[in-house]
């Protein structure tokens, strides 16, 4: 790469030096009194090849036309195609290789090599005199031509090989775009599928306490008149037909080894427990819950749960025996869990990147709730999680 900024299409430094030394050359070599202008298209033929190669070819084809035609040569000098029109040339075929289609640089090659054998055969049949060719009966162009034929072909070859080489590089790019784009979908899709399950296990506790309490109002409140018997009766019946439709659908989200997970979902205070089997891991935690609402939600608590143990799992997985200080605390009528662990102790052991499905379903959990998250990297070399989450009190969430 180093070596294309510096000779290759877009060179403006390369292409100063070809038009100089073209100028140069056409004015002491090759007895043309007015270069300027053939070397002035030489240059911008560099130039122009990282823009537009098939005008930088006609440019390169145009000086190499010009140089036949007004040029003349009484030594040993490389006729027509001088060393600056050959460096042009290559640049232009290059870029034709590496930018177009490659049937449009075998066009513009075989375009040259054309009018070369034109210029072969005008140089033998006399048709383009030459003060070298009258003095040795020999025709300067056929070794000169044949080494630019050459040269040129590898060029365009290069060039083929370098847009297949990007292409590739290109296509694996974006197969990798959508492979993580694919995984992401079906990370929040497993996150947001393992949140329904846990709401339906909260709800469906509620439920059954109403169906078991409306069931039983007639027997346990003396008084009742019939009509208020048959709607504590129906709100039974109702909150029944609640409780089956969502174990129909529960059968649909869990799978087979999850079907019996019913167990209470866990809130704050499991934290202990939680920070305890840490620290018997070997990661160090200060866990500090301060006074939370006695009606806190429950969504809300399990949560918070979810969100300190996906914080501390990860602190486990990256940075195994680092100091955390974990913080939990309500605020405002809002609950702050805060988790920060210091950098690791040692070196990390390798193979601990992960999915990346911890940050992704707290932040879908967390946003679910009504809350925010913040993560990111400490400037001590550590790592933050902060997560805000509203408290809605049970009325409201009613309504």
Same mark, same amino acid.
């Not at 002035?40 to 084809?61: D, I, Q, S």
């Not at 469906?204 to 018997?229: C, N, P």
């Not at 909150?239 to 079907?259: F, H, I, K, T």
């Not at 939370?292 to 501390?312: G, H, I, K, S």
């Given at each position: ?13 390369? &292409? %100063?030096?070809?038009?100089? /030394?073209?100028?140069?050359? =056409? ?40 140089? &036949?035609?007004?040029? +003349?040569? $009484? ?9 600056? /029109? ?12 590496? *930018? ?58 290069? !060039? ?38 846990? =709401?339906? *296990? ?5 439920? #059954?306490?109403?169906?078991?309490? $409306? ?11 019939? +009509? ?22 529960? !059968?649909?989200?869990? #799978? ?34 301060? +006074?939370?609402?006695? *009606? ?16 501390? #799992? ?17 605020? *405002? ?21 992960? #999915? ?30 902060? &997560?805000? %989450? ?10």
């Amino acid at each position: 790469m180093l070596v294309l900024a510096l000779v290759g299409p877009g060179s403006v430094p390369f &292409a %100063l030096v070809v038009f100089g /030394t073209q100028n140069q050359l =056409l004015r002491t070599n090759y007895d043309i009194g007015a270069p300027m202008l053939i070397a002035v298209a030489t240059g911008a033929a560099v130039v122009l090849a990282r823009y537009r190669p098939v005008e930088a070819w006609l440019l390169a084809m145009g000086v190499f036309a010009a140089v &036949a035609w007004l040029g +003349d040569v $009484s030594g040993w000098e490389p006729w027509p195609l001088t060393v600056p /029109t050959l460096f042009a040339l290559l640049v232009a075929l290059f870029a034709l290789g590496r *930018d177009r289609l490659a049937w449009i640089g075998v066009l513009a090659w075989s375009g040259y090599t054309a009018a070369g054998t034109w210029v072969v055969w005008a140089v033998n049949s006399d048709r383009i005199v030459l003060s070298y060719n009258r003095f040795t009966n020999d025709n300067p162009a056929v070794e000169n031509l044949t080494l630019g034929a050459l040269l040129g072909a590898f060029a365009l070859l290069v !060039g083929v090989t370098v847009r297949i080489w990007q292409q590739g590089r290109a296509r694996v790019a974006e197969e990798e775009r959508v492979a993580e784009e694919e995984r992401q979908r079906r990370r929040l899709l497993e996150e947001r599928t393992r949140i329904a399950r846990e =709401l339906h *296990d909260i709800v469906a506790h509620h439920m #059954s306490v109403i169906a078991v309490q $409306s069931s039983t109002a007639e027997y346990r409140l003396a008084g009742l008149g019939e +009509d208020v018997k048959e709607e504590f009766r129906s709100i039974s019946g109702q909150a029944r037909e609640s409780l089956a439709e969502m174990r129909r659908l529960l !059968g649909v989200l869990r #799978s087979e080894d999850e079907a019996g997970a019913r167990a209470p979902q866990p809130g704050p205070e499991a934290l202990h427990g939680l920070a305890e089997s840490v620290n018997r891991a070997g990661t160090p935690v200060d866990l500090v819950i301060g +006074d939370l609402p006695p *009606d806190l939600p429950e969504t809300v608590a399990l949560t918070v749960f979810r969100v300190v143990q996906e914080a501390l #799992s990860n602190v486990v997985r990256h940075a195994p025996g680092a100091h955390v200080d974990a913080s939990v605390a309500a605020s *405002d009528g809002t609950v702050v869990v805060t988790v920060v662990n210091g950098p690791p102790p040692g070196p990390v052991p390798p193979g601990q990147e992960g #999915s990346g499905l911890g940050l992704v379903g707290m932040g879908e959990r967390v946003a679910l709730d009504g809350g925010a998250l913040e993560t990111g990297p400490t400037p001590e070399g550590g790592f933050r999680v902060r &997560a805000v %989450l509203p408290i809605r009190s049970n009325a409201e969430e009613s309504v």
